[in-house]
């Protein structure tokens, strides 16, 4: 994939061309260009970049990791736990709180429909919560605090969670999507739920209940005694406890019917919430407005709906609030882009249908401009460019489970490659950046197809020496340097206006 133009952009992902790209921030004013095989192909103004230092590893060269598989495919309450398994037919969600503390991981369907909250440090298994698909924590501003004894973590000072999750409800059924029901999950500060009741033993239940009614059954209708117990009576009766108390346990939740999530969910405090409701697709007939896909956007303080914001034609495959809160962007199979105001719910503006589906879009952090994937994956455009300082690493995560972090200043990457061979789930997203450690160590965290969370070493060599740009020190890149050798002019601030508007257009993905 060539990016013509490439000007500072957040990022995207295009599940058309089944790879997710995080452009961040970046004075770059030249071409950068990315190849569909990054390993090898990832290179600026003609200059391959370099492997940064051990690399490129395998998913055998971590430094440190655990299974999740086995925690996702066994079920305790299930006669027949799943199998690990024809992994290749898998699909999984992840998210990591804000503090990056707990990581979960949700199955996308049956059988693997569970979400597994885990403590990042410890590598301890948390919670078991009864959902499903795309995951995400809600955004605290003091974070969610210190670790606190297991015994008095639910009655914390505090009176709130430590942590809000929200994930899709499961069906329990073999060949069902996850439900159009959203659920939020309230977890104290070790990552267990607030209120978790005991749980029952729907075997020993249905056992029990197979042994009041079978003398009834064989009296009063001639089911024998071998009948009942070659039936599927057990099994069913297993099922259905279990859906019940499923539906018990989640009866303080809040739920949300006919919906689904975006890609970004929540503000920045948390305290908003986006979700798409009758988002199914028209594309087999044309419904009525009030039955077609839209946006909602609800307070989870206060627990109640603030807009709907309508207007696509469509299912809605991207939705998110700009950095500064005041806009609501779509994106949608309709073909267009819709830009909503956040305080009022109108539409600000929208962009003509751009003759495909579009896939995905994304805010600069100033909240000045958007970039979105649109006809079909094959252009992606860009409204409104600024400049910005910030930003300096893309990393490019393959469909094939290899991971590409490129440090834009001094030219280097580091890969992380799925081994030839090995059977893989699909995982979005399964790279994350953690904190410093105590000792100044920097971490990865990737949660890989085979089943695996795998902790790296960061191998990227520390920064360049830093110029002063007014009272902010900023890194000093390799092509900066190189140019300002060549021509102290290049870096004017008329040239840097003059290439934000040659910028402002669209790029077309090679």
């Not at 089911?223 to 989640?250: C, I, P």
């Not at 979700?275 to 009525?288: A, I, V």
């Not at 882009?337 to 751009?354: A, C, H, K």
């Amino acid at each position: 994939m060539g990016l013509k133009n490439f000007a500072p952009a957040a990022g995207w992902e295009d599940n058309h061309q089944q790879s997710r790209v995080f452009l961040l921030p970046q004075r770059l004013s030249t071409e950068l260009r990315v190849s569909i095989a990054p390993c090898t192909g990832l290179r600026s103004e003609g200059i391959s970049a370099s492997y940064a230092p051990n690399h490129p590893k395998e998913w055998s060269n971590e430094k440190d990791g655990f299974d999740f598989m086995k925690d996702i495919t066994h079920r305790d309450d299930d006669d027949s736990p799943s199998d690990a398994g024809n992994r290749a037919y898998y699909s999984f969600h992840t998210a990591i709180s804000c503090d990056s503390r707990l990581l979960a991981i949700s199955g996308a369907r049956f059988p693997n429909e569970r979400v597994l909250i885990y403590d990042v440090a410890t590598k301890k298994l948390r919670q078991v919560l009864d959902g499903c698909g795309p995951v995400s924590f809600r955004y605290r501003a003091e974070g969610g605090g210190q670790e606190v004894e297991e015994a008095s973590a639910t009655r914390h000072i505090s009176g709130r969670p430590g942590y809000t999750l929200i994930s899709s409800i499961p069906t329990g059924e073999a060949r069902g999507m996850p439900e159009n029901q959203l659920i939020l999950w309230e977890l104290d500060h070790n990552g267990r739920l607030m209120d978790e009741e005991e749980p029952i033993d729907p075997s020993a239940i249905a056992t029990k209940a197979i042994e009041v009614i079978a003398p009834l059954l064989e009296s009063e209708h001639e089911w024998s005694q071998g009948f009942v117990a070659d039936s599927n009576l057990h099994t069913d009766f297993v099922q259905a406890l279990n859906k019940a108390s499923a539906e018990h346990r989640r009866r303080h939740n809040t739920v949300f019917q006919n919906a689904s999530l975006p890609a970004v969910p929540f503000n920045s405090d948390g305290s908003l919430l986006l979700y798409l409701s009758k988002n199914e697709s028209t594309q087999r007939g044309m419904r009525e407005p009030d039955a077609l896909p839209h946006v909602v956007m609800y307070n989870t303080d206060t627990g109640r709906e603030v807009h709907r914001l309508r207007g696509h034609t469509d299912r809605v495959v991207w939705a998110g609030f700009s950095p500064d809160e005041q806009h609501i962007a779509s994106v949608s199979w309709d073909g267009t882009l819709r830009m909503y105001s956040s305080q009022t719910g109108g539409l600000e503006w929208s962009t003509t249908n751009s003759g495909g589906q579009s896939y995905a879009s994304s805010f600069s952090s100033d909240s000045k401009y958007i970039v979105w994937s649109s006809n079909l994956g094959k252009e992606v455009a860009v409204h409104t460019v600024t400049w910005m300082d910030e930003g300096r690493l893309l990393y490019l995560t393959t469909s094939e489970g290899t991971t590409v972090v490129y440090e834009t200043l001094t030219n280097v990457k580091e890969v992380f490659k799925r081994p030839s061979g090995v059977e893989a789930a699909h995982i979005r997203p399964s790279f994350y950046e953690l904190p410093q450690d105590e000792d100044g160590n920097e971490t990865y965290m990737s949660i890989d197809g085979d089943g695996k969370v795998r902790y790296w070493d960061r191998s990227v060599a520390p920064l360049p020496e830093a110029r002063t740009t007014g009272e902010r020190p900023v890194a000093m890149s390799w092509r900066e340097k190189r140019v300002e050798e060549e021509d102290p002019a290049t870096n004017s601030a008329d040239e840097k206006e003059a290439w934000a508007v040659k910028g402002a257009g669209i790029w077309t993905a090679e």
